[in-house]
Nanobody, 120 residues
Framework: QVQLVESGGGLVQAGGSLRLSCAASGSIFSIDAMGWYRQAPGEQRELVASITSGGSTNYADSVKGRFTISRDNAKNTVYLQMNSLKPEDTAVYYC??????????????WGQGTQVTVSS
């Protein structure tokens, strides 16, 4: 079993910055792709950014140039640096990971979510 715990959300003014962290723990053998999704009220969950174990990244068009995803494989942790935040970035942010457990079972895991609120 693998657990993901996010931190770093909060309230920030437009133009400000936040850094989200997501640490994976449990019976981990290896972690492949990790990423961040967000879900605003009344909206579907959408991909924000993802990163492979090798460091290849992918971003939603709406955050390109403002957000940066990174990971520390030794710590099983993924980060999302969010700059130039806009009110439309307000959402619950979820981290996800595709992980192989020590039991050799592979599964997709989600964190519990962290609220990001950007005031205008």
């Amino acid at each position: 079993q693998v657990q993901l715990v996010e931190s770093g959300g909060g309230l920030v003014q437009a133009g400000g910055s936040l850094r989200l962290s997501c640490a994976a723990s449990g019976s981990i053998f290896s972690i492949d792709a990790m990423g961040w999704y967000r879900q605003a009220p009344g909206e579907q969950r959408e991909l924000v950014a993802s990163i492979t174990s090798g460091g290849s990244t992918n971003y939603a068009d709406s955050v390109k140039g403002r957000f940066t995803i990174s990971r520390d494989n030794a710590k099983n942790t993924v980060y999302l640096q969010m700059n130039s935040l806009k009110p439309e970035d307000t959402a619950v942010y979820y981290c996800d990971a595709d992980a192989l457990a020590t039991s050799r079972s592979r599964a997709h895991y989600w964190g519990q979510g962290t609220q990001v609120t950007v005031s205008s």
